[in-house]
């Protein structure tokens, strides 16, 4: 079902996974960056992004520390692994905890994905979100749970689910869908976010 391979694995300081599958990206990432206080959980991390304010003294010579506000630690995280030239970046514990955090997370892998041009895909204890655009094909299982919400497409369509998409103008509209088979495709002219669940 995830068959990607990741340039590193960006960890951020919201609910550490537990599930064998967001691990199993962990285990296999060639590089790991925290952001800031997410180093207490991989002290083997090899650099630390943030303003520092929750950054354990013992890590400081690892710390690459930004202070300007406008961009959260997730962003400065990502912008480090783009100057390293990772583009293929698995998101860990960018949810939970903090609602608002959660929220405003899920929203900027969008941004990286149409900004930045970061190819990524965020990994929670639960299932996994993934940005795309146009017209794409999913690797799904039958009766995998499924929803797509819409980031300004006039044209959304679908196959291989079992209810069809529109072009929803309201992100709960694309929620609690189910694939139909091993993969499922949506037909699109702009942008949409993917959930999908282990």
């Known amino acids: 079902m ?3 391979a990741f340039d590193v694995v960006v960890v951020a300081n919201g609910e550490f996974p537990s599930h064998h599958v967001p691990l199993a990206v962990l285990r296999q990432a060639p590089h790991v960056v ?3 206080g997410a180093i207490r959980r991989l002290p083997n991390a090899e650099v630390v992004i943030g303003d520092g304010d929750s950054v354990p003294s013992e890590y400081r010579s690892r710390l690459i ?3 300007e506000q406008d961009d959260n630690d997730l962003t400065k995280a990502t912008r480090y692994c783009m100057s390293q ?3 293929r970046i698995a998101y860990l514990g960018a949810t ?3 609602e608002d955090h959660t929220l405003g997370n899920i929203s900027l892998l969008m941004r990286y994905f149409r900004e930045l041009q970061v190819d990524g895909i965020m990994f929670t204890d639960y299932g996994f979100f993934t940005p795309a655009y146009g017209d794409q094909t999913f690797s799904s299982l039958q009766g995998q749970q499924v929803s797509i919400f819409n980031f300004g ?3 959304l369509a679908s196959s291989n689910l079992k209810w069809p998409c529109s072009p929803f103008n309201q992100w709960w509209q694309g929620t609690l869908n189910e694939a139909l088979s091993d993969s499922f495709s949506i ?3 702009g942008y949409y976010l993917v ?4």
């Open 2 to 4: 995830i068959e990607k």
């Open 34 to 36: 925290c952001c800031d």
């Open 65 to 67: 520390q930004i202070s």
């Open 85 to 87: 030239g990772w583009h």
């Open 96 to 98: 939970g905890m903090r």
């Open 153 to 155: 497409s006039t044209r």
């Open 187 to 189: 037909q699109s002219d």
């Open 195 to 198: 959930y999908q669940t282990y």
